[in-house]
């Protein structure tokens, strides 16, 4: 894991738990997809800007690494740190980690790229604050 360089406290709501009182597997991306935005509004950047200016990021790859369950009202935190794996990616490294204790609840890779008007993968000078 790189250094980090964003938090987000959260906290689980009841609905998005499922039958068993654990949040949901496909939940979990929706936590590190919104930590991403506001990581990206922390350093500038809004997603949907970008999108209107034509700076497609999406994502190609996701590895989801789930340690323990989150239930209904845990406190937690998701962390953002990235690093560029190639000259067209970005992988973005995420933890969820419950609080008040930090226990791991789950790890994460996200990679991204960008791709341009043709459809083609490149990495747009914006997305370098990111580094």
């Known amino acids: 894991m790189t250094q980090t360089l964003f938090n987000l406290p959260m906290t689980v709501r009841d609905y998005e738990c499922d039958m068993q009182g654990i949040v949901n597997n496909a939940v979990y991306q929706n936590y590190l997809e919104h930590a991403r935005h506001e990581f990206l509004l922390s350093k500038g950047l809004d997603f949907s800007e970008l999108t209107s200016r034509g700076v497609i990021v ?9 340690k323990q369950p989150l239930r209904s ?3 937690f935190l998701v962390s953002v740190a990235t690093r560029q ?6 992988t973005f490294d995420q933890q969820i980690r419950k609080q008040p204790d930090g226990e791991l609840m789950l ?3 996200i990679t991204a790229t960008s791709l341009n008007a043709r459809n ?3 990495f747009p000078e914006e997305l370098k604050v990111l580094l």
């Open 58 to 66: 999406v994502v190609i790859r996701a590895e989801l690494d789930y």
């Open 73 to 75: 009202g845990d406190s």
């Open 85 to 90: 794996v190639s000259r067209l990616k970005l």
């Open 107 to 109: 790890e994460a890779q």
């Open 120 to 122: 083609r993968p490149y």
